[in-house]
């Protein structure tokens, strides 16, 4: 049997441009076709669910949980233990040291018996007070001076101590200058006012210090008992006799 010639595969026939042009925009058609029916399939939407931040999806749950038909008292409920109000954030900050024997010397020269509650309300002003030092030698054998800071401690007052030292010719002394100067600077920073109650004029050149840093330095004690020095370095000072009334038992 004689067979018939097969027809030429034209495949490799370069295409006219219609036909070409054709080809393209059915190609195109179908992928439009598959993208349309991807973005509607299940797993497509769950994924781009997923993909929507947290808090986009949370929030709405958390709007209808919290309506007046769910829970009556959400949104009234008043905030617990907040020692802070909005008006006390903008407050003068105060901190206040105290040299207790020289405090102790000039309320004796006035004759004067201080009540430390009074005096901590009288230095503060209405102010927010930060802290309140008071340092001061100690004799431990002293039973009356170890009751009264006690008493101290629990009423407002972080006392700090340091031992009194015996000299050859009798005398005893403690010197705890360092100690008040090192915690002046390190609580500047904090507040806006430190308030000393001292004359010794050793405390000048922290108290000089401390006013560079911008913070505003009161002094407060006995005229007579103060060095002129630590007066001109200070921002205010308050002669002790002024505020006796304030102050006295």
């Known amino acids: 049997m004689q067979l018939l010639p097969q027809p030429r595969h034209n495949k490799h026939r370069p295409k006219l441009s219609s036909e070409q042009a054709l080809e393209e925009y059915h190609i195109r058609g179908i992928e439009e076709k598959r993208n349309i029916d991807i973005i509607n ?8 669910r997923y993909s929507v931040p947290m808090e986009h999806q949370i929030t709405p749950k958390l709007m209808e949980l919290g309506s007046n038909d769910s829970f009556p008292a959400v949104g009234t409920r008043e905030k617990r233990n907040s020692r802070k109000t909005a008006s006390s954030e ?8 105290i040299d207790g024997a020289n405090l102790f010397y000039a309320a004796m020269h006035l004759n004067l018996e201080i009540d430390y509650t009074k005096l901590l309300r009288s230095l503060t002003k209405g102010r927010q007070l930060l802290r ?19 008493w101290m401690r629990r009423n407002g007052y972080r006392v700090f101590t340091k031992d009194l030292v015996y000299l050859p010719d009798g005398s005893k002394k403690a010197n705890m200058d360092v100690e ?15 308030i000393l109650l001292s004359g010794d004029g050793d405390l000048a050149y922290a108290v000089n210090a401390i006013a560079y840093q911008g913070v505003q330095v009161e ?22 006799d002024e505020i006796r009334e304030e102050i006295q038992k």
């Open 41 to 48: 399939s299940e797993p497509f939407i769950a994924k781009k």
């Open 90 to 97: 903008n407050e003068e900050k105060v901190a206040i040291f």
């Open 132 to 150: 309140a030092y008071f340092y001061t030698p100690v004799d431990n054998g002293n039973d009356k001076q170890q009751g009264f800071l006690l």
């Open 180 to 194: 008040i100067t090192v915690d002046m600077l390190a609580l500047a920073k904090y507040c806006d006012t430190l």
């Open 219 to 240: 002094v407060v004690s006995l005229s007579s008992m103060t060095s002129e020095t630590l007066i001109d370095v200070a921002d205010s000072y308050t002669d002790l």
